[in-house]
């Protein structure tokens, strides 16, 4: 499986722009690039999901890199309730075994009051 | 519209008991899936249910686990003879099919101590 490259840990004020970076140079083709979060003692959500082109929705913006090895989650304006750990899990459209997410480590992020 | 519901939220139990855990998946979800989180282990994949089949059981990490699901709807996994080490919290996933964009939504999750 293809695998993703994140930071640790991020910090951010609240009301300000994030950046989330994921590294993914060994992506193939067919692989679409997922983002999903953990709030504190929850399970996990979807974020949002991208195959080539930026996508936006009403949680976040999914910005891939031309050569799609690397891309980036963007909140627009964190909020306390943003503090979470981010996993950037890449999806084959080949294979037997697309179902099933393989989470990393993911990136804890914090946002400061 | 009601999302995907785990029972209990948590279970301590003693070594060597059985315990079974339930999911209710979203009312339409094909597809069901069960993960585990365990500190220093992280989200990892247990089974996956395409209506009551399991064509994938590979993250189940012994012949202790197993599971089920009936109707299409409900799934329980069993875990006999708890061991300390299947202390977790158990996370059920459901969605509308099995495609690489359909969005899993995970339950709450059910927190298993084994004492």
């Known amino acids: 499986d293809a695998k993703t490259t994140q930071p640790n840990s991020m910090e951010s004020n609240e009301e300000e722009p994030v950046h989330l970076p994921c590294n993914h140079s060994?992506?193939?083709?067919?692989?679409?690039i997922h983002w999903y979060r953990q709030l504190p003692s929850q399970g996990p959500e979807y974020v949002i999901h991208?195959?080539?082109s930026n996508v936006n929705n009403r949680m976040a913006s999914l910005a891939i890199a031309e050569d799609r090895k690397s891309s980036t989650l963007i909140l627009h304006r964190a909020t306390l309730r943003d503090a979470a750990v981010y996993y950037c899990?890449?999806?084959?459209?080949?294979?037997?075994?697309?179902?099933?997410?393989?989470f990393g480590k993911g990136t804890l992020l914090t946002v400061n009051p | 519209g009601a999302g995907v519901s785990q029972s209990p939220s948590n279970k301590v139990t003693e070594k060597g008991k059985d315990v079974e855990l339930r999911c209710d998946p979203i009312s339409g979800h094909t597809a069901l899936y069960w993960y585990r989180q365990s500190l220093g282990q992280g989200l990892e994949f247990l089974i996956y249910?395409?209506?009551?089949?399991?064509?994938?059981k590979s993250g189940l990490p012994s012949d202790r686990f197993s599971a089920e699901r009936t109707g299409g709807s409900v799934s329980t996994l069993t875990i006999q003879r708890t061991q300390q080490e299947d202390s977790a919290v158990y996370l059920c996933?459901?969605?509308?099919?099995?495609?690489?964009?359909?969005?899993?939504?995970f339950g709450p999750g059910t927190r298993l101590t084994v004492l």
């Open positions: 899990i890449l999806r084959g459209n080949s294979g037997g075994s697309n179902y099933k997410l393989t």
């Open positions: 991208g195959l080539t």
């Open positions: 249910f395409q209506g009551n089949s399991a064509p994938d």
């Open positions: 996933a459901s969605s509308r099919d099995r495609g690489v964009t359909d969005t899993q939504y």
């Open positions: 060994t992506i193939s083709g067919t692989d679409y």
